[in-house]
């Protein structure tokens, strides 16, 4: 089993910035893929961000250039830096863990952006 827990969501400016972070409860080290999800009011839950072996990442084309996801394996974490915030950004993110066959999700943390 292993429990994520996200931090550092919150409400800010079109334009600004925020920092996400996943702390996983063991080692990543050996976690086939993490990532980062979101889900707005009455839509489905999307991908916005992975990284796999070899840090290899994968973006959703609506974030390209503007977050950068990435893995520190000595804290057991993900972040997701998200930089020129849109209000269509505004969502619950999550922080999404699989190893091997299974899929672990955390609990999310809110994004809001304001116009």
């Known amino acids: 089993q292993v429990q994520l827990v996200e931090s550092g969501g919150g409400l800010v400016q079109a334009g600004g910035s925020l920092r996400l972070s996943c702390v996983a409860s063991r080692s990543i080290f050996n976690f086939n893929v993490m990532g980062w999800y979101r889900q707005a009011p009455g839509k489905q839950r999307e991908l916005v961000a992975t990284v796999g072996p070899g840090s290899r990442t994968n973006y959703a084309e609506s974030v390209k250039g503007r977050f950068t996801i990435s893995r520190e394996i000595a804290k057991k974490s993900v972040f997701l830096q998200m930089n020129s915030l849109k209000p269509e950004d505004t969502a619950v993110y999550y922080c999404?863990?699989?190893?091997?066959?299974?899929?672990?999700w955390g609990q999310g943390t809110q994004v809001t952006v304001s116009s």
């Open positions: 999404r863990a699989r190893v091997f066959s299974e899929d672990y």
